[in-house]
């Protein structure tokens, strides 16, 4: 039996923020779940991938975060419980179905997981923060700051959007996500068999056409006013230390536990006021909290919402208080208890040295770089062949494939957002004869691929894309995609038939292996003025090695 | 070792696939089981495909932060020689600095001599041991993979790292999947009987 699945009340078990987070749900009692992998929110489809089945819950990787969210919101519609999970970017795919789905609100309760990624550590695109979409979509949004409270905050969320009939965000960052502690377990009501949807009919609440759009919304602006009164009477958000002392903090998420840390090491104790709830955000325990200070410390990641917030807070109450945010802390990379602690010295007047090696240290240049044997390495060894690279541009999109951008192959030009790839190239061929090669992976295809491809055909430019089809979604832990499914009962979906009923032309399925052919081929399509398509397939060694 | 240690943080480096998570989820179990509070932070995604990894374990009565400060380290666990550069940060002339003397190298760029990394440890640690992990358990088991049960074994029956073998004994036993259990008990035992020369 997995941990995860232990019906031991009390237990402690140690669980990482995200598999906490899994086991909120499953005590809550969530009958849907639908996500996109993207790290650091992977192991939520992972998890539940491993445990749907026993755990009688319907689970999918869906093919795309929007998609993900449509089918969450459909579930939620029919009156399942639902929890809806991806990382940032993924938020910004399925922001179109995000707002109209606050406005309609819930049937089933629902919660929508975001991930964010500060530093950067597996995210190409840009330093992503989540936070700004809860304004964007008035979502209920709460930040947790450690594993346990993963655990605690989803159920919370579960219970206010079963409350409230909106959806909740969860809003998590990697080292909470990828943070591990000991977890204290509820119980999990075991169901026999997957629960069975009812979508009612009611026009007034799942059509959102005007005028009783804005209707909507203003149930949504009256629905965050109640939330917030929720909120404060069931004390989500929390003063900590409550002294004398005339500076105060102002934290949330994992950056709380630094302001903790911090206090300890420079064996100091000032009043903490722990934001839980970003939004809607709760201003009167926040003007409780300012009242009688003289100077506070803003500690957050990435840019200043909270400090914001709290000097327009500040300002309303017409306070004589001194805020520091960003003068001290960046507003580029995560922050780290050190930075944290001299941030706190420097308000509070204490010396702290942050600790330095102060002789040289070589820096090792270890990158991540394809397995050995990767199919990979035949596809860009065989372009490398194929065409002068000094007069090919090369388009990369997100996959592992993105490490070609580096030594020893140097083969990316370009690189954005997911199916990228293929939409830009089309821009370029339209306004130049450059000579261009995309490199797309077969997930990443099927996720943003498909509509840019459709677009060069229809708006007629001529780029190369070899979509490196690998049977796999592999850079974020191997799940599973439409051409190949988990489920031997699901149906497959083919690339090749894609392709073709797009309308290209010049399409041809190679094994890399057959570098001949691929050269060759390569050589051919590169001078086409049309379209032209190499499928490059070779299944990811991870698949390989599980037959 | 029955006295309640207030706080206490490893950090491990290594490359990717050379098993650092499995590492951080022993002493975790191991520490939970001793009575301990107990916080880890490690990195997924793009970072396992052979790059260097950095984990934190922390525990003690009451653990905040999941990342050890920097120059706050009690241990640190090197699995590949040159990544104990990386981890020179996180040491003060107190901390314990266990290497296994495993050498992958990295394309482009020289591999370090053996003697200059150490040297370059030991400027800020007075207690660095560069250990036949790999060697020996490839010797003995045809496969290094192991040399990071080894090096914790070692560091608990040595008394470095301050849980009783009998909790790291039961922590691998709990963690390791059980067609792997056998060469990583033999590994522990083989911790064990090592005799510093």
New interface residues.
Partial sequence: MEEILLNKLGK?V?LLGNDAAVRGALESGVEFVSTYPG??A??IGNTFNRIAKKANVHFEFSVNEKVAMEAGVGASYAGLKTLIAMKNFGLNVAAEALLPFVYTGTKGATVILVADDPSC??SAQSEENTRAFSYLANIPTLEPS?ALECKNFMKLAFTISEKFKIPVLLRLT??VS?????VVLGTIKTRKSLVEGNFIKDVKKFVTMPPRVLEMKEEVLAKNKEIDKFFEKNKINRIENLNKSKIGIVTSG?SY??V??AM??LNISLPVLKIESFYPFPKNIVKKFLKPLKKILVVEELDPYLEREIKAVAQEINCNLKILGKELLPTTGEL???LV?DAIAKIYGKSYK????N?F??D????????PGCPYWLIFGGVKKAVNEKEVIFGGDIG?Y??AGQ??LFLQDYLSCMGSSIGIAHGIKKVSKQKLITFIGDGTFFHAGIPALINTVFNGSNPLIIIMDNRITA???HQPNPSVPADPLAQNVNIEDIIKGCGVKNLKIIDPVNQEEFIETVKKFIESDKVSVIIARSPCLFVKNKK | MNKKIEQFNIVIVG??GQGLITL??VI??AA?AGGY????????????????VEVHIRFGKK?????V????ADLVIALEL??S??A??FI?PKSNFLISDQIIP????KT?ETKEIIS?VA??SKNVKLLPAFSLCKEKFGTGVMAGIYLISFAAFKGILPLSTQLILEAVKKVIPSKYLDLNIKTFDLAKDYEEK
Avoid: W
Avoid at chain 1, 178 to 182: L, R, V
Avoid at chain 1, 354 to 357: D, F, H, L, S, T
Avoid at chain 2, 37 to 52: A, I, N, P
């Fill in positions: 402690k140690i790290t650091p992977s192991e550590h597996s450690d990697t080292r990828h943070q591990k502690m000991p994992v536990l630094y903790m840390e300890q090491k780290n208890p050190n602690t942050m600790p330095k090696v002789y240290v070589p090792l240049k270890r990158r991540p770089k394809f397995c592992c993105m490490l030594a020893p850079m974020t832990g | 490359t990717g951080l989820q975790a179990e939970l509070d107990v916080k880890t932070s490690e990195l997924h995604g793009l970072s396992q495909r052979g790059g260097s653990i905040y932060s999941p990342m400060p920097l120059g706050e040159q990544e550069l990386r020179i940060k003060n990295i394309p482009s760029q370090l370059l400027k800020t």
